[in-house]
């Protein structure tokens, strides 16, 4: 199916534990990101990727890892899990060009006790 | 720093009633601003996107309307219905990059 599909969906995991959350799309869209959405902040983003091998940091980059080796995945890794990062994850994607939408998977919800 | 704000941050109507939501931002150095819908659980649905050189776009029941010197956009919804009810968020993709800003949103209820 086309689109932009995150796995798992949700996810509890102890915290000091490493978790990856997985963001495929079938696009080829150039671009790639990563929010957490929180209550009382909205979406910020943490990491985002212009291509294969070419990522940078967003407002909330401490403690995750990304890496983008294929067009079409975005990994998004907690390296030591934490509470504070218990969170909704969002995956988006969108093409190159400035007046192009962005689109959304449906969500990971995970939560780090 | 751009910072998105939405105001009202909850907004409950009868069904029926044309409605406007706000978003208003900060740095006028935009690409493009667009409108998502979030039903509770899912993720993000886009509903209209507005390029900086535009003033306005329609989807249906939807308008969308952008006045970039004073940082502002509006939703209109027509004839709202109770399958209207979720969180309407806005965000602004910042001139020379490819990221979006979001705000916090508006959560809509509309009352059958």
């Known amino acids: 199916d086309a689109g932009i599909t995150q796995s798992p969906r949700y996810k509890i995991t102890e915290t000091g534990r490493q978790v990856t959350l997985m963001c495929h799309q079938t696009?080829?869209?150039?671009?790639m990101f990563w929010y957490r959405q929180d209550l009382g902040h909205g979406l910020r983003l943490i990491y985002y990727?212009?291509?294969?091998?070419?990522?940078d940091k967003g407002e909330v980059p401490d403690g995750y890892v990304v890496s983008r080796s294929k067009t079409e995945n975005f990994p998004l890794t907690l390296e030591s899990a934490t509470r504070s990062q218990t969170s909704v994850y969002f995956c988006?994607?969108?093409?190159?060009?400035?007046?192009?939408?962005?689109?959304f998977g449906q969500g990971t919800r995970l939560t780090v006790v | 720093k751009q910072e998105v704000t939405q105001i009202p941050a909850a907004l409950s109507v009868p069904e029926g009633e044309n409605l406007v939501l706000n978003c208003s931002f900060t740095?006028?150095?935009?690409?493009?601003l667009q409108w998502f819908r979030q039903d509770p659980g899912k993720g993000l649905t886009s509903l209209l996107l507005?390029?900086?050189?535009?003033r306005e776009q329609t989807s249906g029941r939807l308008n969308a309307s952008l006045d970039k010197s004073s940082g502002r956009s509006t939703l209109y919804i027509a004839a709202s219905q109770p399958g209207d009810s979720a969180t309407y968020l806005c965000?602004?993709?910042?001139?020379?990059?490819?990221?979006?800003?979001f705000g916090t949103g508006t959560r809509l209820k509309v009352l059958a």
């Open positions: 696009w080829s869209h150039s671009y």
């Open positions: 988006a994607s969108s093409e190159m060009y400035s007046n192009t939408e962005a689109f």
């Open positions: 507005i390029q900086s050189s535009q």
């Open positions: 740095d006028s150095a935009i690409y493009n």
């Open positions: 990727s212009a291509a294969a091998d070419i990522t």
């Open positions: 965000a602004v993709r910042i001139s020379g990059t490819y990221k979006y800003i």
